[in-house]
């Protein structure tokens, strides 16, 4: 899938900017504050219907204007056009695909596959369990719409049996033990579901880290992701070890009124050969894990969607040695399409470029070609 | 400017319904006191006689204008098969099939802890009382398949198989007369977790 082009109507500091892209690399150059990554939370916008850090869509309003406006043009087998725009008197955001209204975000969702590498994924290799959950889980939700559906359920499931187990604490009503069970059973159901899938998962994308790892490091290191949920488990006896687990918990279950046993409390480990990189992990170590982290998520979306995503990469080759920058840009000759934002010309020269890659400079909201 | 108090109380009274909002409400009061006054009246007085006349049936909740409804008092149905629906509109949905002839069961509901249904504040007692003629053999269960109809399936199911009925579920899956290729994936993905021997 290729981008072709964006348009941008008071998209923060972008007043009116129509960019057009190569199918290679497209790398976009400007100071702090001058609206280069404006660029990739525009495309993260068409891809998505969401904003790349999360925030409020009025925020992404420029600061004089009501409204902002985002056109793009994909090109896959067919041509797709997709426009967003946002009203600040209305407060409400509008999808068009085609020119047809799209009113849920699901509907999008897959359509245009999109990896991201930014500032923010240190948090995957050095933060708690919750943010290598979030990265799985996204992967996954992205691959399967039946992963999606399941995962939604079992927080449903979560937020439905904790509002019991609080009950039961505050009223003592024996007749509620009765729907626990019931409450219990679809936990374990459609945990074990979503455990089986993660096992599964894990087993698939472990290859393409190594691979990404040594594309990028060319040492022997290994890396290896470990699944770690609330035992050892194999594949078969899921729900029965889960149904033993939650047995031994039940009473701190009603004493805390917590879910204690579950796939949201499951972890993932990085290692690099055999050490954990948490614990053990030099800086570098740990940079590398996290761009090959991404380059894994690019070729598994690639294979099991068999649609090929955009790569954004924010701001990554400033602070990286030479000999990791031109590896890394060797490597996005096999990628596709990317766009790789830079604050400046560091590293720059020694990049590995193709003929029709596009430098693209940005200063203050308004874009020149290089 | 102020708004005449009729007028605002129309509004307010309609904006009180399902997928009504203030503006929506705002349209069909001035609609309303647009319209031919003969049409107000019997949109008024189908309402009231929709509080009046029709009511809950005694024995299934179905909705009814007798005390007991017409599926529970016809000859025609097997008696002895009992379909279970959170709603009265699923038995509409239901019949409309023509593939059912028992009779049915309105929960008026399912299990959700978080907006505080439980047991108590469903229709069960009264369905277990149903079994006491020993006419019911079967319960089909017809919930919902989201999170809290599958377990209200599961509650039911563990409470009532112990009195020696015979329990099942509705099959749930592939829309029929589709295609495979155009159901949408969690649909398949859903079918295919769940499919039966054959
Ligand atoms: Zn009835």
């Known amino acids: ?28 150059v400007g100071g702090n504050g001058q609206g280069k990554t404006t660029i990739l939370e525009a495309i993260y916008y068409m891809c998505t219907t969401k904003s790349l850090n999360q ?16 056109k793009g043009q994909f090109e896959d087998l067919t041509k797709n056009r997709i426009n967003i725009n946002f009203n600040s008197d209305v ?87 009765s729907q626990l069970d019931a409450w219990t059973s679809t936990l374990i159901k459609t945990g074990s579901e ?66 204690l046993v579950g796939p949201h409390r499951d972890d993932f480990i990085f290692n690099v050969n055999n050490r954990e990189l948490r614990r053990y992990g030099s800086q570098g170590q740990h940079k590398t894990f996290q761009i090959a982290l991404r380059f894994a998520q690019f070729f598994y979306m690639k294979d099991t969607m068999g649609r090929v995503p955009i790569f954004l990469m924010d701001d990554i080759f400033g602070e990286l040695d030479t000999y990791r920058a031109k590896k890394i840009s060797e490597y996005l000759k096999e990628v596709g399409q990317s766009f790789i934002t830079m604050t400046d010309f560091t590293n720059y020269s020694d990049l590995v470029k193709l003929e029709n890659d596009k430098l693209i400079e940005v200063e203050n909201g308004t874009v020149t070609y290089v | 400017m102020l708004i005449p108090e009729p007028l605002q109380l129309v509004i307010d009274e309609l904006s009180k319904l399902p997928s009504i909002g203030k503006k929506t409400a705002q349209r069909l009061a001035l609609h309303l006191l647009k319209s031919d006054k003969e049409m107000v009246k019997s949109l008024a007085k189908g309402l009231i006689d929709l509080k009046e006349k029709i009511q809950f049936c005694e024995v299934c909740f179905n909705i009814s204008v007798a005390n007991i409804c017409e599926i529970c008092t016809s000859q025609k149905r097997d008696r002895s098969k009992i379909c279970v629906v959170e709603e009265a509109s699923d038995i509409i949905a239901i019949e409309r099939t023509n593939e059912f002839d028992g009779l049915y069961h309105v929960l008026g509901g399912v299990l959700s802890p978080l907006s505080g249904k439980g047991v108590e504040d469903l229709n069960i007692k009264e369905l277990l009382k149903r079994f006491e003629s020993n006419e019911v053999e079967e319960i089909i269960l017809a919930l919902n398949p989201d999170t809290e109809g599958e377990t209200t399936s599961l509650y039911m199911a563990k409470l009532i198989k112990p009195l020696g009925l015979k329990v099942s579920r509705i099959a749930r899956g592939l829309p029929i007369g589709g295609d495979l290729e155009f159901a949408d994936d969690a649909t398949i993905g859903r079918a295919v977790i769940s499919r039966i021997d054959i």
């Not at chain 1, 992963?147 to 009950?167: A, E, H, M, V």
């Open chain 1, 1 to 28: 899938m290729i981008l072709k082009s964006i348009e941008l109507k008071n998209f923060r500091l972008h007043k009116d900017s129509v960019l057009t892209f190569s199918e290679n690399l497209n790398f976009i």
């Open chain 1, 55 to 70: 925030s409020p869509d009025i925020e992404s309003v420029n600061f004089e204007e009501k409204f902002f406006e985002i």
């Open chain 1, 91 to 177: 407060g409400k955001k509008a999808v068009l695909l085609d020119e047809k209204q799209i009113f849920r975000a699901a509907d999008i969702i897959g359509k245009f596959p999109v990896v991201t590498l930014i500032q923010s994924d240190h948090e995957i290799t050095q933060g708690s369990p919750g943010e290598r959950r979030k990265f799985v889980d996204s992967i996954i939700s992205q691959a399967s719409e039946t992963y999606l559906k399941i995962f939604i359920d079992y927080n449903k499931t979560l937020r439905q049996r904790s509002s019991l187990l609080n009950q039961i604490r505050e009223t003592k009503n024996p007749s509620l033990y």
């Open chain 1, 194 to 259: 979503i455990i089986r899938h993660r096992i599964k998962f894990k087993n698939e994308f472990n290859e393409y880290v190594k691979n990404a790892y040594q594309k990028i490091m060319n040492t022997i290191e290994t890396p290896d992701i470990s699944y770690q949920t609330f035992t050892e488990i194999e594949d078969k006896n899921i729900e029965e070890e889960f149904a033993k687990e939650l047995n031994k918990k039940k009473e701190l279950e009603l004493i805390r009124a917590k879910n």
